[in-house]
């Protein structure tokens, strides 16, 4: 997400490091920064879309990618990443919570 917001073209080495050890300190930043990603979102222009994003991914190859491109990713990433902790919780003991981002919307 810093990569099109902040336009990085290289990967935070801050992503690497485990900056929680409290579970509801961790919970309070992710819905923090569910709150980011939809203001972020919901403000963006037309001309956001014809734009594109230089970046250099994990293994040091250079590309470009349209923000419609990268914008899917995102989302895609955060499903993938999503998925990964709900398999991880529902191997343990207790009955992992449902992942899915739930918004009550007033008619």
């Known amino acids: 997400m810093d990569g099109i917001v902040r336009e990085w073209r290289t990967r935070d080495p801050a992503l ?28 963006l222009d037309d001309a956001f879309w014809s734009r ?12 470009v990618e349209t923000a419609h491109v990268a914008c899917s990713h995102v ?12 398999v991880m919780l529902s191997q343990t003991p207790v009955v992992p919570p449902s992942l899915d981002l739930h918004r009550v919307v007033n008619p």
């Open 75 to 86: 989302f895609n990433h955060q499903t993938h990443h999503r998925g990964q902790v709900h």
């Open 52 to 63: 594109s994003f230089a970046y250099t991914n994990n293994q040091g190859k250079d590309y």
């Open 16 to 43: 690497n490091q485990i900056l929680y050890d409290d579970f509801f300190d961790l919970q309070s930043a992710r819905a923090r920064e569910d709150a980011r990603i939809e203001a972020f979102f919901a403000g």
